[in-house]
């Protein structure tokens, strides 16, 4: 909703929960004026059929996040014999 | 095209003017309020009201689906063939809207008084009315949550307050036939128990939340709203009266169908 240049609302990231005991998974974007109201429109722009269990929704403002070019990621040096399937695939290898 | 309606007893029958009184209301309401699908303020808007839309809709289904097991008539003359002047659905549910403000104050005046009569019903012996209405009753809060949000953030405003109140001053005295039923059907409905309830009692509680919500959001309306509830309707759909507007509605329906 904007009244000339003012905007009212800002997004707000919903996730659901579609399964007892399974987790909340990230399933859209509202925009809202605030929480409650986000909610509530949540509640309609979601799978209502598919009877989620919960949902929550949280101004996208409140997350902190990484950025693409994040390079603390990616770990520098190759690690993969810290994995089982290392050791695995290194014994195939030798009795080819 | 049959004659549409006539096989029902409809003005002697306190249940079918009941029947198609809530039926009337939630078809009326619904395809109006279809109006506002990609009309909303936003996206999201447009999918909350045409949700709401899918379940008054649905709720009429159930309503004059009980008519179509009493009485040898079928669901598309009763929701769709059946002229004005046999509707028996409250006027406020007639009018185009005059804009978002609007279609909230009507909505909140409507679910008020809806759930009022629709759990005197689930608290009735009309057992098949009874399990019907337990059924509205669960999809009616998400209704009243979404007028409750709007009519509170529509104060924010000076625009806001000034719809707000306009929409007050004009769809309360369009609301005061919701309970108005002719006094045959009132009392043979009471007596019955098909509702567990009387109706001027169920007037009596709608009038006192309409007026204290009126109070809480702060809004001045041009007459007192304790008069605006207690007028007698100058057009009661209840007795089969209406407006204009619901005449052409239902004749343009015939066209499209």
Same mark, same amino acid.
């Given at each position: ?96 | ?10 003005? /002697?029958?306190?249940? /079918? ?10 078809? @009326? ?42 009485? =040898? ?28 403000? =609007? ?24 057992? @098949? ?80 939340? @309409? ?35 619901? /005449? ?10």
């Amino acid at each position: 909703m904007t009244d000339g240049d003012e905007t009212y609302e800002e997004p707000f990231e919903v996730f659901v929960q579609w399964q007892r005991g399974k987790p909340h998974e990230y399933a859209e974007t509202v925009n809202a004026t605030d929480r409650e109201m986000a909610l509530v429109l949540a509640k309609r722009n979601v799978d209502v059929r598919a009877e989620p269990i919960s949902i929550w929704v949280a101004p996208r403002s409140a997350f902190a996040a990484t950025t693409p070019e994040d390079t603390t990621l990616a770990p520098s040096t190759d690690r993969e014999y810290r994995n089982v399937a290392y050791y695995a695939m290194a014994a195939k290898e030798e009795t080819e | 095209m049959s004659m549409t309606g006539e096989n029902l007893q409809r003005e /002697t029958d306190a249940v /079918t003017t009941l029947l198609l009184s809530m039926g009337d209301d939630e078809f @009326v309401t619904g395809h109006r309020m279809s109006y506002w699908v990609s009309r909303g303020p936003s996206i999201e808007e447009d999918n909350a009201v045409s949700s709401i839309v899918q379940d008054e809709l649905g709720h009429a289904r159930l309503w004059f689906e009980v008519l179509t097991e009493r009485a =040898d008539v079928s669901l598309v003359e009763l929701a769709v063939e059946r002229p004005a002047e046999r509707r028996r659905n409250t006027v406020l549910a007639e009018p185009a809207y005059a804009g978002f403000g =609007d279609l909230v104050v009507r909505n909140f005046l409507y679910d008020e008084a809806e759930r009022l009569l629709v759990e005197a019903v689930h608290g009735g012996d009309d057992d @098949v009315l009874a399990d019907r209405a337990g059924v509205v009753l669960n999809e009616e809060p998400y209704h009243r949550e979404h007028a409750a949000l709007w009519l509170d953030r529509l104060t924010a405003s000076d625009e806001g307050v000034s719809r707000l109140t306009r929409a007050f001053d004009t769809n309360v005295p369009h609301a005061t036939d919701y309970f108005a039923f002719e006094e045959s059907v009132a009392s043979t409905l009471e007596s019955e128990g098909v509702v567990d309830r009387a109706f001027d009692d169920l007037q009596q509680e709608w009038a006192d939340r @309409v007026v204290e919500r009126v109070r809480t959001l702060g809004l001045e309306l041009e007459r007192s709203p304790r008069e605006l509830v207690a007028a007698a309707p100058t057009t009661n759909g209840r007795l089969g009266e209406h407006t204009d507007e619901l /005449t052409a509605m239902t004749r343009q329906n015939l066209t499209v169908y």
